[in-house]
């Protein structure tokens, strides 16, 4: 009796220890997703704020400037623009300066502008260039000023970042997929005696598979249900601490990170047990006592 209660403590406990590593590993994997969205959210809108700056010829007519803003409305680059006409600008510069301008001189010397932002596809040096180029041989355009050097500076930094989260990515789920095997196999490994038990009496593979099978699939949806409320919790305290964490990702994408934990965590245990209970289907007594 007492063999039979201390057999039953150590099933339960190989159960509860392959829960919660199970849980440990897809919880580091939700972060890792999460951060790798938050990331691609937040270079967005780093490029969002790149562009351009447009300068039109002081002597521009009227009709030429509303050509201008016909193009700015039109091009599939433009994520937006301000328009700021001569007075708006002479205006902003007297009161930059602390001293109306106007009467000191004339004549304005400031002519409308543009400043353009692009939409991120488009905020890399090459086609910022080539967008500008095209600006540059308009005849009511002055001159155009670009942002190639801080787009390089972000897109070489992003790339950089980039291919660290994919390192690391992989590195993590190849760990995690050896540790899932190992959690599983010793739970499979508590219960091998039942597996050759099963074998004596005449059970068939499948019929022996089958349990184990489904126990690591529910292991598997369990710990996917634990990480994804952990995840969710850490989630929303992180928005309630830092208002702008909440702009980097939405409700459909975490949506998608749950599902894909999930999934993982089903599809890593029930082939982990799968495999774990072929071994033991295919040992004879005396390989029961070895690990």
């Not at 999460?34 to 969002?48: E, Q």
């Not at 704020?49 to 201008?68: D, H």
């Not at 992003?158 to 789920?173: F, K, P, Q, T």
């Amino acid at each position: 009796m007492a063999r039979r209660r201390s057999n039953r403590i150590s099933t339960f406990g190989s159960q509860l220890t392959a829960v919660v590593s199970v849980t440990l590993v897809l919880l580091i994997l939700g972060i890792l997703a999460i951060a790798g969205i938050a990331g691609s959210t937040g270079a967005d809108m780093l490029k969002s704020n790149l562009g351009f700056i447009v300068k039109v010829e002081r002597q521009a007519p009227e009709t030429e400037i509303n050509r201008l803003k016909q193009t700015m409305n039109t091009a599939p680059y433009v994520a937006s623009y301000v328009f700021s006409s001569a007075e708006e600008i002479m205006a902003a510069e007297s009161e930059y300066l602390g001293e109306d301008i106007t009467s000191l001189i004339d004549i304005n010397p400031y002519g409308a502008e543009f400043d353009v932002k692009v939409k991120p596809e488009y905020a890399s040096v090459d086609s910022i260039e080539v967008i500008s180029a095209s600006f540059s041989g308009d005849s009511a355009v002055e001159t155009v000023l670009t942002e190639s050097t801080i787009a390089a500076a972000i897109n070489s930094t992003l790339e950089r970042v980039g291919l660290m989260l994919v390192i690391v990515a992989v590195a993590l789920l190849v760990i995690s997929i050896v540790l899932i095997n190992n959690t599983v196999h010793l739970a499979v490994y508590s219960r091998r005696f039942v597996i050759h038990t099963m074998k004596l009496v005449g059970a068939t593979g499948s019929f022996i598979r089958k349990p184990f099978v489904m126990a690591g699939a529910v292991n598997g949806v369990i710990s996917a249900a634990i990480a994804s409320v952990l995840l969710v919790g850490m989630l929303a305290y992180g928005s309630k601490v830092d208002p702008l964490l909440a702009s980097c990702f939405s409700v459909e994408l975490c949506a998608v990170v749950i599902a894909g934990m999930a999934v993982a965590g089903v599809v890593i245990c029930t082939l982990a047990s799968l495999f774990a209970t072929n071994r033991y289907l295919r040992a004879n007594y005396d390989d029961m006592f070895m690990k």
